[in-house]
Nanobody
């Protein structure tokens, strides 16, 4: 069974850090686009970051650039999202999703959720003041 499982969410004070993990099973991350999306209460889902595992090309939304870092550990079939200097508005459910890397250029960034066929269930990130 192909699946993704997120972990690492929790409660952190503003200014703090968390590292989210996205671990895949049933397939290997050798040539995939792995994206992190988030959905805050009352808001639409948005793409946060994405990495193309073959080559390591990564993308970030403007709101997290410089604070979040995405990287892949193919040996562990895991993609991480290191989040630093967390802000109250970063509170959301964070989802990872996978798509074959051979997606069209206009779907590379920002990530289009319709091209991602495998999704995790999400992990909650709460940020307190």
């Amino acid at each position: 069974e192909v699946q993704l499982v997120e972990s690492g969410g929790g409660l952190v004070q503003a200014g703090g850090s968390l590292r989210l993990s996205c671990t895949g099973s049933g397939f290997t991350f050798d040539d995939y686009a792995i994206a992190w999306f988030r959905q805050a209460p009352g808001k639409e889902r948005e793409g946060v970051s994405c990495i193309f595992t073959r080559g390591g090309i990564s993308y970030y939304s403007d709101s997290v650039k410089g604070r979040f870092t995405i990287n892949a550990d193919e040996a562990k079939n895991t993609v991480y999202l290191q989040m630093s200097s967390l802000q109250l508005e970063n509170k959301a459910i964070y989802y990872c999703a996978a798509a074959p890397a051979a997606i069209s250029t206009n779907a590379r960034w920002p990530p289009r959720s319709d091209v991602y066929g495998c999704w995790g269930r999400g992990t909650q990130v709460n940020v307190s003041s």
